[in-house]
């Protein structure tokens, strides 16, 4: 078996991959023509399986956030393609399809939300691809309950914590009925209570609902539980892996300016003194055992 | 200063008024701003206080919560008055140096003061009953059975919508930059008129940057659900009138005659209000 297919969970009916980009390539438009556009990215590939969990890190400006808005169509890609359940995203017809199927949830939590109460927020999707009113309410009473938000159907947003607005947010996302949902650093504006709630919300919905879920974020701890890591460089991929796979690469990390879990990378400076042990360790309990065995 | 205006601040209660369709209370209140514009007389302005008075008590809005909105018109209200009475020439009552109050002047300071009064708390008590969501719903349906503005009907009610839900988020903003300057040292309170004024540059530039990039990325957020204007697109909440409107529209329809008809009949009272 290679890498790619080991982590396959489900097959989509289709046979098609959820995400499938092939040599992608972006450079953002310079209004001065004598500078240079630079690459936001160059030449990335990825597929993504239905019902993985695929992390994404990078530190800021490696094309992460880039990346997403191809998949989206927000931004057309310059050369390569990006298909979503094999729908290209160039093209302008699939546009609403695509968006449907490959959910995106941003970073500002107040910033997605549109209206002034949670449960018309949460039927914003739905009313613009045209469901009955009858189907709109059942669902939004499903989504709500799926992010733990059925409390505050009738709040309004700016009476929510970060961590409940992008709760809110999700199930706006879920009830379009995606296959799959893209969080761009979903968590980065949160304090830790609200990191913690929005990672078990999306935790969830892949372990327990088969969500295929893309989640870039800056946090390495979120990915401990990933399926997969794609490690972002300088608008390309330079590391695909296990979370122990590319935890364990801390030289290479650290290089791109990326933090690692405190324990592999004690592990690491452990190792470079001359101890013998494993490279892979990533939880206080592994290095206990590790050190005491 | 900002915490003060109550237009456009929701306060649920689930009383009668709230429960209207918002296409009535939108119809009523318009009505209503017409009719004060109608009025010229006091019984007018008697029917005009008893049926916003009316409203309030079924609103079940505390009096306290309402009066609230018209604190940041005082001054106006004030000036108003003012003005109007030592202004406007007429039959003079009163004299001291200069200033003089004439019996049109009196009646007309009343007036105009009583009639911004009403004016604003008749919207206020509008958008106090009616969620921001209603009532956009309500101007949107409204307004897509006027021929000219038809076309333009989603797109305005979708602007309102979203500067209603942004409203309380930018005035969260624009304190927590007013205390990040404070806290730098910047002045808002001392000063004449033109070096306070110069002072809010720093406040404005910050928060207009910063709702700009705002209105981006919720633009960007609308676009990945869906959103492609008014076209086929379906509500949650589809509006439909009930018994209540019905009765709202007979009110509104005794209210205005009353009013009108008021202007027509000669009073006994001499001073100052014939
Ligand atoms: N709208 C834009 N116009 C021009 N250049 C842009 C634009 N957005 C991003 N860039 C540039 O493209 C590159 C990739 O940016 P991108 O936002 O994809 O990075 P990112 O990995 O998401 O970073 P972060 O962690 O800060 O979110 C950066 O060099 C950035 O400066
Ligand atoms: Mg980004």
Redesign the interface.
Same mark, same amino acid.
């Given at each position: 078996m290679n890498e790619q297919t080991a982590y396959i969970k489900h097959q989509s009916p289709s046979g098609e991959p959820i995400i499938r980009v092939e040599n992608l390539s972006y450079a953002y438009p310079v209004e001065d023509e004598n500078q240079e556009p630079k690459q936001a990215l160059s030449d990335i590939n990825l597929t993504v399986n239905p019902g993985e969990f695929v992390g994404i890190i990078g530190h800021n400006g490696s094309g992460k956030s880039t990346l997403s808005k191809i998949l989206n169509g927000i931004i057309v890609p310059d050369s390569g393609d990006a298909w979503i359940e094999g729908m290209n995203t160039k093209d302008a017809e699939k546009i609403w399809d695509i968006r449907k199927t490959a959910g995106m949830v941003f970073q500002n939590p107040d910033n997605q939300l549109v209206s002034s109460v949670v449960e018309t927020d949460v039927a914003f999707g739905m009313e613009n691809l045209g469901v009955p009113s009858d189907k709109i309410k059942e669902k939004v009473t499903e989504v709500l309950d799926m992010v733990g938000m059925s409390d505050y159907r009738k709040a309004r947003p700016h009476q929510l914590s970060g961590g409940q607005k992008q709760r809110i947010a999700i199930a706006g996302i879920l009830a379009m009925k995606p296959d799959c949902i893209i969080f761009d650093e979903p968590t980065a504006m949160l304090d830790p209570n609200g990191r913690g709630e929005v990672m078990k919300t999306i935790l969830d919905l892949n372990r327990n609902h088969g969500m295929t879920v893309l989640h870039i974020t800056h946090y390495m701890s979120e990915l401990v539980n990933a399926d997969r890591i794609v490690v972002m460089d300088n608008g390309k991929i330079v590391a695909v892996g296990t979370p122990r796979e590319i935890f364990s690469k801390v030289a290479m990390l650290k290089k791109i300016g990326l933090d690692v879990p405190q324990m592999t990378e004690l592990a690491y400076l452990l190792r470079q003194d001359g101890y013998d042990l494993p490279q892979d360790i990533l939880t206080i309990r592994e290095m206990v055992e590790a050190l005491c065995h | 200063m900002f915490k003060d205006i109550t237009l456009g601040q929701?306060y649920p209660t689930g009383s009668v008024i709230h429960r209207l369709d918002p296409r009535t209370k939108i119809n009523f209140t318009f009505a209503y701003i017409i009719l004060l514009f109608v009025v010229n007389n006091p019984v007018g302005y008697l029917i005009a206080i008893g049926i916003l008075a009316l409203v309030i008590a079924l609103s079940k809005i505390p009096f306290v919560y309402v009066a609230r909105g018209l604190k940041p018109l005082i001054f106006i209200v004030v000036l108003t008055f003012v003005l109007n009475m030592f202004m406007t020439p007429g039959q003079v009552l009163w004299q001291w140096k200069f200033l003089h109050i004439s019996r049109q002047g009196l009646k007309l300071s009343i007036f105009m003061s009583l009639r911004l009064v009403l004016l604003v708390t008749g919207t206020s008590i509008m958008t106090l009953a009616t969620?921001? =969501?209603d009532l956009t719903d309500g101007m949107e349906a409204d307004m897509s059975v006027i021929p000219g503005i038809k076309r333009f009907a989603h797109d305005l009610a979708m602007m309102m919508?979203?500067a209603?839900?942004f409203i309380?988020?930018l005035m969260?903003e624009t304190d927590k930059i007013i205390k990040a300057q404070k806290a730098r040292g910047a002045d808002f309170e001392t000063g004449n008129l033109i070096e306070r004024a110069k002072a809010l540059i720093p406040i404005l530039v910050p928060l207009f940057v910063s709702a700009f990039?705002?209105a981006d990325?919720?633009a960007? /957020? =609308?676009? /990945?659900?869906?959103?492609?204007g008014g076209a086929?697109?379906?509500? =949650?909440?589809?509006l439909s009138y009930q018994k209540a409107d019905t009765i709202a529209y007979v009110v509104l329809a005794a209210t205005a005659a009353a009013m009108i008809l008021s202007r027509f009949i000669s009073y006994p009272w001499p001073f100052p209000f014939n």
């Open positions: - | 929701y969620s921001p =969501m919508s979203i209603l839900r309380p988020t969260e990039r705002r990325e919720l960007t /957020a =609308m676009e /990945a659900r869906c959103y492609r086929g697109r379906t509500r =949650m909440y589809v």
